[in-house]
Each structure stands twice: as structure tokens, then as C-alpha cells.
């Protein structure tokens, strides 16, 4: 089996350990950056306390080379940059390839409408299978968690128990198959997690001010966010309510997520995750003082294929978000982006972005038909 990865960050560095040690898969990587990488990859297994090394045939940034003959191609790229990094490429894909996503949230579905012509088939993971760190770019990263179960969707969604085993023979983690991809797409991890975080710490940074040392992003995490993290949540699952015609049940809240029920519970069970510790908020040095690093992917991914994403369907079933409006409205006056014009949610920013209203779809049966 041909097996392209394309991205090298931490989760794509796993996923070449992981197939390139098992027999009968030949790997490659597309990376924009190929004269970092080897031939071998390493892995440490924090969990398992083991090592383990993978092999990777192909390292190149070339697409030409490897993506024509791939059987499956795993993409872990930041959601805003796969339209430019993959999809830009992806006509180059044979008929019946696999394309998985890792996440498959940020809209790329709507990217993949050639793909499918074609008889591709796309799928998508709800959160990445691994929390994991480089060690050593191109060269070993650190294992630090492993899912013990993935929630996987497929288009179309009667594929998706063949791209369930598919994941279970490839990456020996069991999974869970999903019943359409929008569960995927309104999954509530980094487009709520992430967005409601940065709103609590940074809302009231003003220019020319900041932090005398960085903020962690987890460990000092406080009730403001958790508060917001709640709200949010809750209006995506008012959204899921609202489209009744399918099942969404496969979005679960953060509330059961996380098993926390309060503010301050959520605020206790975040703080506690191991593999969260010692990951620093996006901040830069500035004139001595620590400020938001605005141009970080947190705030270039997170807000626009996120939270923007979520705020589209929201609008087509007609429902109010005002904690989701207040961040992104946040957002547009900090990134002087425009989401919002005469108070509606239509502004310049929105028109190149991967949302379903530039995609065709206007009305809730829309949906339904798009994505059963």
C-alpha cells in the first residue's frame, strides 16, 4: 500500500513512525521543507515508555513525485493552509484514492468536491489520534498520548466503516464510525477550546501594553474561560438541536467531553491534563513585554476555519450566538479583518473562506443533502 502523509508537524511526525514500521506499507512525505528530514523517524512512546522508528521512502516537495500513485494520503496540515498546500495539487490524486484528514474539522470538505467527482474517497478524524511534541524536527518527536478510541466520518458517509477499518489496520487504534461528516465539522475541540482561551486571556490587551513572562495556555488556565468555553459549547449544541433532519449526537459536549459540569470544574479538569502541561499561550517578546503573537495558529486557524465555520451553520438554522459573536467580533477589531457588516454576518472577510453559504448551501435541507 502507497501511504503519502502530507505536512511534517507533530501529528503528521507520528503518523510516519506508526506506518513506516509496518510491513507492507510504503511511505512518503510531501513537506515544504525536505532537506530536514531523513529516511528514518523515530518515536517516543512516553506511555508505553518505548521507542520505536519508522521508515519513509520518499521525502519531498514535490507533489508530482509521490501523490499520483498514493492508495491513501493522510493530510495534517493547519486547516488554513490546506486549500494552498494540498488541495491545490490534489487533481494529481488516482480515482478510488483515500484522503484522510487529521483533524477533519475547518471546512476542507469543501475543497474536496473534485476529489469526489473523481471517486475519491475523503474522510475525516474528530480530534487528532496522538498528543505529541517534535524533539527533533524531521528527525523523532515525543509520544506524549494516544486516543484510545477515534471517531471517523466519511463522504460519502456509506464508506465509512470501510475508512474505519482502514484506520484500524493502518494505525491499530480502534474506531468509532460516525453517521455523516458535519458530526466531524462541529466537533467542539480547538475552534471553541482555543478561541475561548485566547478571548479570556488577551480581551482587554491593549497596543503599546503586555505581560512581564508568558501565560501558559493550559496551567494557568481560569473560570473567565472556562465560562466562556461553556457558552460556546452550549450554543454549538443548540446549533446541532436545530438540525433535526440528522443525526448529530455524535458531537458531544464539552461538558461530558471533559466530565465537568461547572466552571470550575472544567477550569480543575483542564488544568489537570498531563499531556496539556508546559504549552506557553501564543505570545511574542515586544519591547520587553510579552504580547500576543497575533500572527500564530492559533489566531490564523482557530478563529476563521473555526469558530467562523461553526457561526455559518448557526445562521442557517437561524439561531442567535452571542458568545460566539462577541469573540469574533473580538477577533475582526484585533486581526482588522471585516466578519460582520451593519451588524450581519456578512462581511469581505468570509468570501474566501471554506463556508457552506459560498459552497452552494443556503438552507437546512441543503445540508441534509450534502452531507447524507
Known amino acids: ?3 503519502c502523509v502530507v505536512g511534517g508537524g507533530n501529528i503528521g511526525t507520528v503518523l510516519l513512525g506508526a506506518l513506516g514500521r509496518q510491513k507492507g506499507s510504503v511511505v512518503s512525505l510531501l513537506t515544504s521543507r525536505p532537506g530536514a528530514w531523513g529516511h528514518t523517524v523515530y518515536v517516543e512512546d512516553t506511555e508505553k515508555c518505548t521507542t520505536y522508528m519508522g521508515k519513509v521512502r520518499m521525502v519531498t516537495d514535490n507533489p508530482e513525485k509521490i501523490l499520483p500513485e498514493a492508495d491513501v494520503v493522510f493530510v495534517t496540515l493547519p486547516s488554513n493552509v ?8 490534489a487533481h494529481l490524486l488516482k480515482p478510488g484514492a483515500a484522503v484522510g484528514f487529521i483533524p477533519g474539522t475547518g ?3 469543501f475543497y474536496c468536491q473534485s476529489l469526489l467527482e473523481k471517486g475519491c474517497k475523503v474522510f475525516g478524524l474528530q480530534r487528532v489520534p496522538y498528543i505529541a511534541r517534535v524533539k527533533e524536527y524531521g528527525k523523532s518527536v515525543a509520544c506524549l498520548s494516544t486516543k484510545p478510541q477515534l471517531q471517523v ?3 460519502p458517509s456509506d464508506w465509512t466503516p470501510k475508512g474505519c477499518a482502514l484506520l484500524e489496520e493502518l494505525l491499530k487504534i480502534p474506531c468509532k464510525g460516525l453517521a455523516n461528516y458535519l458530526t466531524v465539522t462541529l466537533t467542539p475541540s480547538n475552534p471553541v477550546l482555543h478561541t475561548a482561551r485566547l478571548y479570556g486571556l488577551f480581551h482587554a490587551y491593549q497596543a503599546g501594553k503586555g505581560w512581564e513572562a508568558p501565560i501558559g495556555f493550559y496551567d494557568q488556565w481560569d473560570n473567565f474561560s472556562s465560562q466562556i468555553l461553556l457558552q460556546c459549547d452550549q450554543e454549538l449544541q443548540n446549533i446541532c438541536k436545530a438540525f433535526d433532519g440528522m443525526d448529530l449526537s455524535g458531537v458531544v459536549p464539552l461538558r461530558k467531553h471533559y466530565e465537568a459540569d461547572s466552571v470550575q470544574a472544567m477550569t480543575d479538569k483542564i488544568k489537570s491534563i498531563q499531556s496539556f502541561q508546559g504549552i506557553q499561550a501564543p505570545m511574542i517578546l515586544h519591547d520587553g513585554k510579552w504580547i500576543p503573537d497575533l500572527d500564530s495558529r492559533y489566531f490564523e486557524e482557530d478563529f476563521p476555519y473555526g469558530l467562523r465555520i461553526l457561526k455559518s451553520f448557526a445562521l442557517l438554522a437561524r439561531l442567535q450566538t452571542p458568545c460566539m459573536d ?9 486581526k482588522r479583518v471585516a466578519f460582520f457588516k451593519n451588524g450581519q454576518f456578512t462581511g469581505e472577510g468570509l468570501k474566501h473562506l471554506p463556508l457552506p453559504q459560498n459552497n452552494g448551501i443556503s438552507t437546512k435541507k441543503d445540508v441534509y443533502a450534502f452531507y447524507c
Open 153 to 155: 466520518a466519511a463522504i
Open 82 to 89: 490546506v486549500a494552498r498546500k494540498f488541495c491545490a495539487y
Open 107 to 109: 471546512g476542507v470538505e
Open 1 to 3: 500500500m502507497q501511504i
Open 326 to 334: 462577541k469573540l469574533l467580533l473580538w477577533y475582526q477589531a484585533l
